[in-house]
């Protein structure tokens, strides 16, 4: 089974960065997208950025648009959150996801991602 593993996560004051990172391993094919979702305490969990693996395609949930920045490094098998400008309210539990559909599209929704790591917590004060 495909893994991901998060690491980054800490307590930052508002205002502050962090960078977010995701290893993808033990898989049998590339992911053809990734994504960063986030779970407040008592909220559903979001999508918030999504890239492809290939080409240069991103999407970017409106609360975190020119604040965040998700990246790849394809021979790292790593995904980046870069968090700049960050608020109280991007507390929350952020996870890394991998699809495997067949169409190349940065989706943010929850439904069209196949595997997750288990989180890594932010909390902003």
């Known amino acids: 089974h495909v893994q991901l593993v998060e690491s980054g996560g800490g307590s930052v004051q508002a205002g502050g960065s962090l960078r977010l990172s995701c290893v993808v391993s033990?898989?049998?094919?590339?992911?053809?997208?990734m994504a960063w979702f986030r779970q407040a305490p008592g909220k559903e969990r979001e999508g918030i950025a999504a890239?492809?693996?290939?080409?240069?395609?991103?999407r970017y949930a409106d609360s975190v648009k020119g604040r965040f920045t998700i990246s790849r490094d394809n021979f790292k098998n790593t995904v980046y959150l870069q968090m700049n400008s960050l608020k109280p309210e991007d507390t929350a539990m952020y996870y890394c996801?991998?699809?495997?559909?067949?169409?190349?599209?940065?989706?943010?929704?929850?439904?069209?991602?196949?595997?997750w790591g288990q989180g890594t917590q932010v909390t902003v004060s």
């Open positions: 890239i492809v693996t290939l080409g240069e395609n991103k």
């Open positions: 996801a991998a699809g495997y559909s067949t169409y190349a599209i940065p989706y943010l929704q929850r439904e069209e991602y196949n595997y």
């Open positions: 033990k898989y049998t094919y590339d992911p053809v997208y």
